[in-house]
């Protein structure tokens, strides 16, 4: 315990030797970065007023070596004499000033001063210590590869390093497209980072690289060198401008031409063969990044497949399509194959409901639909009466056969005539059309029609 306690108490002389007895008097920077070959001065800030009090101290070199440089008091300074020529000394401020740095300036330096203030038989003592640093510029850095050659993603690696002719202490950074290439896996750098060792390469690392150094007074960045990577390839893909496309299945009209391009991402650019699969099967047709189907094979739903390959990274892909030939053009009498009856049916029943639209819109502008229900529901079916709809909140309202009739001489007018089916007898004659709107309504068998 004891031992402790001295300890303690030592190490807060320590400290308090170190910082200085009264930090607020004097201060000098803690670290002065200074260029080779140029002069560097050292100022010291003094809170007080140097003419009012008495003071004398020394400053000194402690490492790497000691060397006394000077000794000064009120009226006179003793430089040494050794120095002389490599240093100045100014008394007024008690600063420092080197003429010329070189290496052998590099190190810490101390002021150490005694002060005595007017009216005071007390000593103040002040201890400032300023590291000073010798550096020399940096040039440009030049970044090298380990290879010339092409890389291959998943094969080989590279080795960039990072050359600085001139200059000392450099820090280095690797960048990539500017921003800061991180450690990882794959990213290895050299215990001082002159060297990014990348292991092995991806189609993520192309891009281009710069190494950028700096030491405490200059920075410098190389310039940037491209790294390619030879990959894929990736997300291929089977593409046609003609027919229509649902998911891996095209459907062309007959007659059509239709080219197929395999598109991947991939460096070198791929490869391309073009296969026909068949239970017997599979068919090489063709080599190329383009496939133009042959008419004469269209006779029903054909499984083709694109194969990509990459020459350099030995990498393949597979995608697979189908191919259906529909016969919508005009003068269609028969389906080819089961899948075309869909996109028929489809069309079919679209045009369908369009006309029946077009027909309600119609219906809505030229006369009122209330009016015309009230006829139909008032004589077949009396029962009805009763049943009051102030709105149109049923469509089971709307269900009925509906008439129009064009009457020559009043097509300027707005409101056009409309009958109900139940005079269809006496307008026989006249030139009509006659549209069945009939649709099934499960829940509200008295409303039938059919009745
Ligand atoms: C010494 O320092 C004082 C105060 O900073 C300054 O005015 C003076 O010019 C300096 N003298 C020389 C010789 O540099
Ligand atoms: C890097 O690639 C070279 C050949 O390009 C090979 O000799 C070496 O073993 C590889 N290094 C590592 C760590 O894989
Ligand atoms: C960086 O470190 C390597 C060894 O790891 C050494 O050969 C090289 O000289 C160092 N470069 C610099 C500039 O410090
Ligand atoms: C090396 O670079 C990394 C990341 O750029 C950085 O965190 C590290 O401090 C550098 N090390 C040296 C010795 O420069
Ligand atoms: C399968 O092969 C046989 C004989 O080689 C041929 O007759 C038949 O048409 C082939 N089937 C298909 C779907 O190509
Ligand atoms: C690899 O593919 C590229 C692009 O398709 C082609 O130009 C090159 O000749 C091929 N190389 C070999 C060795 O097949």
Redesign the pocket.
């Known amino acids: 315990m004891e031992s402790f306690g001295i300890a303690v108490s030592l190490l807060l002389c320590v400290m308090i030797q170190m910082s200085g007895a009264n930090t607020e008097l004097i201060s000098v920077p803690l670290v002065m970065h200074g260029t080779k070959g140029k002069s560097l001065h050292i100022p010291v800030e003094t809170h007080f007023g140097m003419n009012q009090v008495e003071f004398q101290g020394t400053w000194s070199q402690i490492s790497p070596k000691e060397n006394h440089l000077v000794t000064f008091e009120n009226s006179k300074a003793i430089p040494n004499l050794q120095l002389k020529d490599t240093l100045i000394f100014n008394l007024t401020s008690i600063s420092l000033t080197f003429k010329q740095l070189d290496e052998a300036a590099e190190g810490e330096y101390q002021l150490q001063i005694n002060i005595i203030f007017p009216g005071q038989d007390k000593l103040e003592s002040v201890i400032k210590t300023v590291s000073i640093t010798v550096n020399v510029p940096l040039s440009t850095p030049v970044m090298k590869k380990s290879s010339e050659g092409t890389l291959v993603e998943d094969q080989d690696n590279v080795t960039l390093t990072c050359i600085?002719e001139n200059g000392a202490k450099?820090k280095y950074q690797w960048l990539k497209n500017g921003k800061m290439v991180s450690l990882s896996e794959r990213h290895i750098f050299?215990?001082?980072n002159?060297t990014l060792f990348i292991n092995p390469v991806k189609k993520e690392d192309i891009g281009m690289y710069s190494c950028a150094v700096a030491n405490p007074i200059s920075h410098a960045r190389s310039k940037v060198m491209e790294l390619s990577v030879f990959y894929g390839p990736y997300n291929l893909e089977v593409n046609s401008d003609q027919g229509l496309r649902i998911g891996e299945v095209f459907t062309v009209n007959q007659g059509e031409l239709i080219f197929f391009d395999c598109l991947a991402d991939s460096n070198p650019p791929n490869t391309c063969v073009w296969i026909s699969r068949t239970d017997n099967g599979t068919e090489v047709l063709m080599t190329g990044p383009r496939f133009e189907v042959p008419p004469h094979k269209l006779a029903q739903p054909t499984k083709f497949l694109c194969r990509a390959f990459n020459n350099m990274t030995k990498k393949q892909d597979e995608a697979h399509f189908t191919l259906v030939v529909a016969n919508l053009g005009k003068g269609s009498e028969k389906l080819q194959g089961e899948s075309a009856v869909s996109p028929l049916a489809a069309i079919t029943i679209s045009s369908l409901l369009i006309i029946l639209c077009m027909l309600f819109v119609l219906f809505r502008k030229t006369c009122h639909p209330k009016r015309v229900l009230m006829k139909i529901y008032n004589r077949p079916m009396p029962e009805q009466k009763g049943l009051h709809r102030s709105g149109h909140e049923d469509a089971t309202e709307d269900f009925g056969i509906y008439e129009f009739v064009s009457i020559p001489g009043k097509m300027e007018s707005n409101h056009a005539s409309c009958r109900s089916l139940a005079r269809l007898d006496s307008v026989k004659d006249l030139h009509t059309t006659i549209y069945d709107v009939i649709r099934h309504v499960p829940e509200t068998p008295t409303l039938s029609l059919l009745k």
């Open positions: 600085v450099a050299s215990q001082n002159t």
